[in-house]
């Protein structure tokens, strides 16, 4: 695991030369890299979304592509579209925004639910289907959405098959004073985008994604994060847990956690501190723990307190 770990460290020092004191939440975006899952990132704006996304593009190399969503927006406009050619008489593909490696699709939530549907596919099969034809995407494939928690005028909710698809939600948030006067600093004549280089290329991320599958997971892990799950579908506040796709998440994450941090076994604080990430944005509070204004992931911290850790020493009932 010493490879995988030198290669996120060289990304992860790359990009916190543009994200600023974000350490935590920059080491979360590359586990998801790491298991070539999605990130939703639900925050505030001008806190750095974008310029996360671009900076995890320039340190790979990789073909970037931004989506601003807006609400006139068609399915055509993500996928692509074919345009006849006079001149050969046939029907040519002239692919949309999304055939790219790392695609940031800005302020989803603007967008319809018909055009909001159009990445369905391409994130979960790495492939867009037009006019009946089938293209397939070039890995790596990352999809990093961006939405505005507080301004809902205009905007859709993205429904809970495009919520599952992603592998987990972030949020940046603000930072704090002493990084802030950092920033400053860092962007008094040029942004440090500007200055972002290469510092891994796209066989090198492939072969990192592959090797993370092989780090351990013991059995008790993998009983320890089902029941985690499960715990969310019995939930008294929750009207839909998550569902296996979440299970997976956690699994999957949980690896690439341990393979960043140089193990080549998964314990339980991975499993803890991935579990709010992965897992909060798949559940549907019910319409009464809505109206207290329950929050999904307060509901993921009493699970984790709950549900008994592996190898913790079970309390007597007095």
Do not use: W
């Not at 780090?215 to 969310?232: F, M, N, P, R």
């Not at 559940?283 to 999904?296: K, S, T, Y």
């Amino acid at each position: 695991m010493s490879d995988v770990r030198a290669t996120a460290k060289k990304i992860i020092d790359n990009v916190e030369r543009v994200i600023i004191g974000k350490h935590d939440e920059v080491q979360l975006a590359l586990v998801a890299l790491l298991c070539q899952g999605h990130v939703l990132i639900d925050d505030v704006p001008g806190v750095g979304k974008t310029m996360l996304a671009k900076a995890i593009a320039k340190s790979l190399g990789c073909t970037f592509k931004r989506i601003q969503f807006t609400p006139d927006m068609m399915p055509s406009d993500v996928t692509g579209v074919s345009v006849y050619d006079q001149s050969t008489g046939r029907f040519e593909f002239r692919p949309g925004p999304v055939m790219a490696n790392i695609v940031l699709t800005d302020e989803i939530n603007r967008a319809t639910p018909k055009t909001q549907s159009a990445l369905l596919e391409a994130m979960e099969e790495h492939q867009v289907t037009v006019d009946g034809i089938t293209h397939l995407l070039e890995r790596p494939f990352l999809v990093l959405a961006t939405q505005n928690p507080i301004e809902y005028e205009g905007t859709f909710p993205l429904p809970e098959a495009q919520l599952d698809r992603f592998l987990m939600r972030i949020s940046l948030g603000y930072p704090s004073p002493a990084d802030e006067i950092r920033i400053l600093d860092a962007q008094q004549y040029v942004h440090p985008i500007e200055n972002t280089e290469q510092v891994v290329d796209g066989s090198e991320l492939l072969e990192v994604q592959e090797s993370i599958k092989e780090v351990y997971v013991h059995d008790a892990i993998k009983e320890y994060i089902v029941s985690l799950v499960g715990a969310t579908r019995s939930h008294g506040d929750v009207y839909l847990g998550s569902s296996p796709r979440g299970s997976l998440a956690l699994y999957r994450t949980g690896q690439a956690r341990s393979a960043l941090l140089g193990r080549d076994y998964v314990i339980p604080d991975d499993v803890k501190v991935l579990a709010e990430p992965t897992l909060a944005h798949r559940l549907i509070v019910n319409p009464a723990a809505r109206i207290r204004e329950v929050d999904p992931r307060a509901v993921i911290k009493e699970v984790v307190q709950a549900v008994g850790t592996p190898g913790a020493p079970v309390k007597k009932q007095e």
